[in-house]
Nanobody, 116 residues
Framework: QVQLVESGGGLVQPGGSLRLSCAAS????????MGWHRQAPGKERDFVAR???????NYADSVKGRFTISRDNGKNTVYLQMNSLKPEDTAVYFC??????????WGKGTLVTVSS
């Protein structure tokens, strides 16, 4: 079993920054990618960003140029640096991991609130 624990959420003013972290532990086989999704109140969970084991990255159009995903393979940890935050970025952010055997795991989420 794999556990994902997110941290770093909180309240921030528009234009501010936050850095989310997600640490993976447990019986981890080869990792295909790690990434982030988010779910705003009353909306579906949407893709935000992901990073493969080789370091390739993908971003949702809504966060390109503002968010940066990075990874420490040795620590099985993924980070999401969020800059120039907007009120519409308010959501619960979920970490996700996909193994090479196509097993997907989710964290419990961390709340990010962007408000003045």
């Amino acid at each position: 079993q794999v556990q994902l624990v997110e941290s770093g959420g909180g309240l921030v003013q528009p234009g501010g920054s936050l850095r989310l972290s997600c640490a993976a532990s447990g019986s981890i086989s080869s990792i295909n990618y790690m990434g982030w999704h988010r779910q705003a109140p009353g909306k579906e969970r949407d893709f935000v960003a992901r990073i493969t084991n080789s370091g390739s990255t993908n971003y949702a159009d809504s966060v390109k140029g503002r968010f940066t995903i990075s990874r420490d393979n040795g620590k099985n940890t993924v980070y999401l640096q969020m800059n120039s935050l907007k009120p519409e970025d308010t959501a619960v952010y979920f970490c996700t991991l996909l193994t090479s055997r196509l097993m997907r795991y989710w964290g419990k989420g961390t709340l990010v609130t962007v408000s003045s």
